[in-house]
């Protein structure tokens, strides 16, 4: 229930965007869309750079096989790809309130995040422990 609430809560947060700003709507949603693609890049990276030093990591049910080396880098080309064109305005020419904040918003985020790592993130941060069965 207490998720559900959240959720709710949120959604109606941000509906009221819609109604002040389309612009800062369009904004957000594409901020989600371009963070998510954006979050696939450094597993995806890390993975087939290990199948490529052959040093795999432990599979799961599912496996690739043969092809898994080029599955990760042909997800590796579209995310950037997509990262590259997600931002740009879908309307010429661009104006205020037709132009696409989403990219700019992003930065300043990843520079926030950055920062926060650099002044104190590293001292709180501690690496997960798997869990023993």
Request: charged content about 10%; overall charge positive; hydrophobic content about 55%.
């Amino acid at each position: 229930m207490n998720a559900l609430g959240l959720v709710s809560v949120i959604s109606f947060l941000i509906s009221i965007f819609y109604v002040i700003s389309t612009t800062a709507f369009y904004a957000i949603i594409s901020l989600a869309a371009i963070s998510l693609a954006f979050s696939y890049i450094p597993p995806i990276f890390f993975v087939a750079i290990q199948k490529i030093r052959g040093n795999p990591p432990k599979y799961g049910p599912f496996k690739l096989g043969r092809y898994g080396i080029f599955v990760n880098i042909l997800a590796l080309l579209y995310l950037v790809y997509i990262i590259t064109w997600m931002p740009f305005p879908t309307i010429l020419p661009v104006t205020k309130s037709n132009m696409n904040y989403a990219g700019p918003l992003l930065g300043i985020i990843i520079i926030g995040a950055l920062a926060d790592w650099i002044i104190s993130g590293h001292k709180r941060f501690q690496v997960p422990v798997a869990p023993k069965f």
